[in-house]
């Protein structure tokens, strides 16, 4: 298996901009999930999906960010308007089922937002 | 608010020497907790994980330590090696939810 699919790898815009990170997750896992990753919070959950439906948000930080999951094999994390602060690594990541099953996580995206 | 807490931002240590990382939670309902391993460019990787029914699991040359009246674990890394250089994340759930709440992590430099 590929593993889990990102793209890009790396995106630079211009703050105002709309950004999409894309994400292809591991075939037959049943949880997928959006982390952001910074040096003053570390990793972050910011929504997850069991069976393509939309779990827990609560962390995502604003209305600016959006996810959805259209199919078990495409998930998209959308920031419209995109500001500075939201210049992280941004992570996907797949799992099979319960959480004591390991999460595979996709290589990130590093954004920077000027 | 950070619920997983990784205080000490960075760590070097001799090869062959052992290497201990902490970390510290808040929630008392945590009751399951991992770390992951993360080089450069990469995503982090699974490495150990402890139940809180047992207080010490071991794996090779890794080994965590759960003191769950501290809230507090560790994970030993002996003998070290420069392989294990890279950033080391804790993480913690609760029975209540699938989500993981990670710490901040430790980078640690092993020098040969």
């Known amino acids: 298996d590929a593993g889990v699919i990102q793209s890009p790898r790396h995106e630079v815009t211009e703050m105002g901009q709309e950004v999409t990170l894309r994400c292809k997750p591991i075939s037959g896992h049943d949880y997928l999930f959006w982390y952001r990753q910074t040096m003053m919070r570390g990793l972050e959950l910011l929504i997850y999906f069991n069976n393509n439906v939309p779990i827990d948000d609560s962390g995502m930080p604003e209305d600016r960010f959006s996810a959805k999951m259209p199919n078990a094999s495409f998930s998209t994390l959308k920031i419209q308007p995109s500001e500075p602060r939201d210049s992280a690594v941004y992570f996907c990541?797949?799992?099979?089922?319960?959480?004591?099953?390991?999460?595979?996580f996709g290589p990130g995206t590093r954004l920077l937002v000027l | 608010d950070q619920q997983v807490k990784q205080n000490s931002p960075s760590l070097s240590v001799q090869e062959g020497r052992i290497s201990i990382l902490n970390c510290d939670y808040t929630?008392?309902?945590?009751?399951?907790f991992l770390w992951y391993k993360k080089y450069p460019a990469e995503g982090p990787t699974f490495l150990i994980s402890i139940s809180s029914i047992k207080d010490k699991n071991e794996d090779g040359r890794f080994t965590v330590f759960l003191n769950k009246s501290a809230k507090h674990l560790s994970l030993h890394i002996v003998p070290s090696q420069p392989g294990d250089s890279a950033v080391y994340f804790c993480a913690a759930s609760a029975v209540t939810g699938n989500q993981f709440y990670f710490g901040t992590g430790t980078s640690l430099t092993v020098i040969p």
């Open positions: 929630n008392s309902m945590f009751d399951y």
């Open positions: 990541a797949s799992s099979p089922g319960t959480r004591e099953e390991t999460q595979y």
